[in-house]
């Protein structure tokens, strides 16, 4: 009989992940978890269907395009969540008086857009937000930066550069030029600069915006400011000077460059960069993005910034807040082009060869024992045939195997074999697993 | 002005996790990680969408009503996965070169089911999933129920019964009568025998499954033989003499139990159980169910069993195994009736006042040292007065709190409050933080 099969497929633009992506996977995740913890971040979860009302129009006419929306079994439409932030204001809305204020959560899930696949770009991919809600306080804006920081360097990085501006600084000076108003067109023809250069944005400001030519070159001026981030303050202070927005943008900039450095974040990690804009009008304080030195084309890996109105849409009451993002896909593709990755071990470091049916009871027994000890361990399902099983650890990346037949058994000995050098000793099993769990970690431990 | 607000509310039969509820979630799946990763189970993850051609027919026909199905953005029929089998099944069929078997998969992830919201059933719920794919080995069905135990022990359960039954126990009694192709009505019938009786269950096997009365009597015999584990193997081994499949049944049952001892399972844990079938033809040989002894009407809390053939309608290779899945939900349920889950701790246990905004970079650094040393700690974000901060510290939960003002900080000192007892030790800062740690420490590991 020749049954007619389904092919076993995933969806165009999602993704299976098998134990070698899926392990440092994890291990990213629970680093952030660790880091978000340390600083009394609390863990939230929403659910991946929310009421259509809450999603659609909240991320712009882009992310509209790519929701996915239907109607559910009673008839009510609904959709996938497309970002955390949504979701985000929605919860803090819905349950402030249990939250109380200031609330500092994480949020680590899946999200879902149907983007075109053809940019490289995933249909559903993690999301691992942070944010405190509550306070305008400069601590949460420093806070934000350090989390930043404190995540790179325990992944594993170590040159990172977080770029930090401030939009009160534009929105001074554009209040200095009686320009307040067009701020959002301004904005996004700003975002282009790296992409399209300094004439086409000055070209775009004109026409969407109304500006004319002299207040471009305000404009651009400001965002152009380079040097030493000392360098980049002073200047910056004397553009908008007059302006109270600006100046105390200028301000916060400055005690955000202190606090980072007094708390002995490398100076060289920190890069005043008045270009970056972080999209539209959702942001008006402080924003980051953090770029990897040896890989600066991948994008940022951890952007995010300084709200006014978390969730104006849900509530009345005004929640100011600061935040950012992890970006795990592209923080896993650069430690894979890094070769940050080990070569993947399985967890379980021990396998133990199923050498003797007959003595099946004495291999689990062995088994317990190591795990009651910490050491994670594997008995091979099947007495086949020893090389058959050896090439199994080899295949699999296990470091050690232990090998007991019955002469070994009946002289209370087990031959532990270690799988990187090929070498074996043997171990009394007399007084308990006490020696072979010395053994194993003398091995597993060692060069 | 008065904007009109969206309603912020979640859809029927879904939930926010606030941290409360999401702290010891977060704990319950990390305890289920770690003990499967210790048994040698590796990670993978799917995605929530799948082909719809994937996931329907797959469940029966109530699954099927459930399933969440919309066409996506190519006009390709979609769903949300309903379990992690069917998931698991396509995955391993797709993957089946790269895997390698045996193959040792844990995944843990949500679901979506379009439930009656009446029955008290959420819509989208978490699955831990485990399964040892490619071995038809009774060490895989002895490492099943090990970790199962494993498990349960860790999260902090003391008193819980793993049901074991063995469905070839129940094939050679049929095969046996000649009755082993009404095998599906009649374990479909057996599912019922506690919720409608021994009588109802046998006039259902004569009506849809055309037993003989003298038949259903023998089928019934065997599903209640009772006693102690010794006492039934001894019972069912009678029962089933003669059928090859059964006997073999009765011995790898016998296996189980014998191992299980061997390994220091409790005896009390283990119940054989000849009675639970779970569901319908997919389980052929071990099945287990895990019941709460002081909870029993919860149901089981951990669930699976062997199977021939997981992934027939997706690879001609014929893949058999053994698996299980802990119910999250109910075990979070079971914790909180039980008083198994301590009252709330922020995951920082330490706040430091922000008392004095001149010496903002000085709490800073405090609270940077005390990471280090591996104690979480936040900040206050702003300088409010000390009464409100405090208060903000208890009604999170916070076990300590550091308090320093100008003059503390002058003569390098700091107060530490015990927010338990209320009372308050000075602590030098003149050789750093050591001294601080400690203090720490001695309040956080107290009684």
Known sequence: MCRSLIPPRTLKGFRDFLPETMIPREQLIDTARQVYRSYGYLPIATPALEHEEILLGK????????????????????????????????????????????????????????????????REFMQCDFDTIGTRSPVADIETALVIHDLLHAIGFDRFTIHVNNRMLLTGLLERLGLAERAVAILRALDKLAKIGRDRVADEMIETAGLARHDTEKVLQLVETTGTNQQILTEVGRLVRGSAGGEAGVERLAELLASLQATGVPEGRIRLDVAIARGLDYYTGVVFETTLDQLPAIGSVCSGGRYDDLAG??????????????????????????????????????????????RLQDYLQIASSLRAAGIAVEVYPDPKRLGHQLKYANRRGFRVALIAGQDELAASTCQVKNLQTGTSNSVSLADGTEQLVTEIHRILDGP
Do not use: C
């Open 59 to 122: 991320g712009g006419v882009e992310t509209d395009k790519q929701l996915y929306r239907f109607a559910d079994h009673g008839g009510r439409s609904v959709g996938l969540r497309f970002d955390l932030t949504v979701p985000l204001a929605r919860f803090t809305a819905q349950h402030l008086a249990r939250l109380g204020l200031p609330f500092k959560a994480y949020h680590i899930a899946p999200v879902w857009r149907g983007e075109n696949t053809q940019r490289g770009r995933y």
């Open 313 to 358: 849409l849900y509530t009345h009451e005004q929640l100011p807040g600061v935040g950012a993002s992890l970006g795990l896909d592209r923080l896993l593709t650069a430690m894979q082009e890094l070769g940050m990755i080990d070569q993947v071990h399985p967890l379980a470091p021990v396998l133990i060869a199923y050498f003797d049916p007959h």
